[in-house]
């Protein structure tokens, strides 16, 4: 067998799985079935099952935690795997504190309606967003906070806006940049239709941010929420770990920086 013939096998090989890439990279990108965290726990706080109708027709659904309209409001973006269950342990926490809150299932996730996408996504949260407007919430009131894939959002539709906050959790610089770390040799570039740019709009942020990332991220890298924090404008505060992976341990150190972060803005 002939060296051409065996390079001619790999490279027909690399080919095929780039092929495979391009076509099925929205299943690789979003887990909408993937148990990202479960225990089993209920939600201790009072919510509303609320339902959101977007504007390309999506029927989002959510959860509405509300203690006072003239409180805080947190809006939540979560990640790009599991349901909304998945994140009541996080709730339960933060409907702990002097704040409400919203969550929302991204198109396709926990009974929503819809494909996801980078533009579904963006889609997504603006609907949120008028939703919360519309039951006079305004935006000085509403603090974004993201999950993973959730902060690529929030980073999106905070951009020259004038929110109270923003909340990272596990931010990436791009979903290229991610995408290129774990899939090397493959043209990410120029594969990717859902590219969550965040390092390039990060500088559009003009209120407070909060970023939390743990040193120990084997999804996304301990540098990429760095280089975020590094870029956002003043004034922003961190919480990094030695210990926390991707899914950060909420225990109470956490949260009392979230709460101190809360009772920082205006």
Not at 132 to 145: A, C, F, P, Q, R
Not at 157 to 182: C, R, W, Y
Not at 216 to 232: C, H, S, T, W
Request: proline share 3%; no cysteine.
């Amino acid at each position: 067998m002939s060296l051409f013939y065996i390079f001619g096998l790999i490279l027909i090989l690399y080919l095929v799985v780039t092929l495979g890439l391009y076509i099925f990279q929205r299943k690789l990108l979003y887990y909408p079935n993937f148990n990202s965290h479960l225990t089993g726990e209920g939600l201790i706080h009072s919510f509303e099952n609320i339902n959101i109708k977007t504007k390309d027709n999506i029927n989002l659904k959510g959860w509405f935690h509300i203690k006072d309209p003239e409180k805080k409001t947190i809006l939540f973006f979560h990640g790009n795997a599991g349901t909304l269950d998945n994140r009541i342990y996080k709730l339960n926490f933060l409907g702990n504190l002097d704040v409400n809150f919203l969550i929302i299932a991204w198109r396709g996730y926990s009974g929503s309606t819809g494909k996801p996408s980078e533009f579904g996504l963006y889609q997504d949260a603006k609907s949120a967003l008028n939703w919360l407007n519309s039951k006079e919430i305004t935006d000085d009131k509403i603090v974004l906070y993201g999950e993973s894939l959730g902060t690529s959002v929030a980073i999106e539709v905070g951009q020259n806006k004038d929110f109270a906050g923003m909340i990272l959790e596990s931010p990436f610089t791009s979903m290229v940049d991610l995408g290129g770390k774990h899939y090397p040799i493959f043209p990410i570039k120029l594969l990717l239709k859902d590219k969550y740019e965040s390092k390039n709009k990060i500088k559009n942020i003009k209120f407070p941010v909060l970023i939390m990332h743990g040193e120990k991220d084997k999804i996304v890298p301990f540098y990429m929420g760095k280089e975020i924090y590094n870029l956002a404008n003043e004034p922003k505060s961190k919480y990094f770990t030695e210990n926390d992976d991707h899914m950060m341990e909420f225990n109470q150190n956490l949260v009392n920086k979230i709460e101190l972060f809360l009772k920082s803005l205006n």
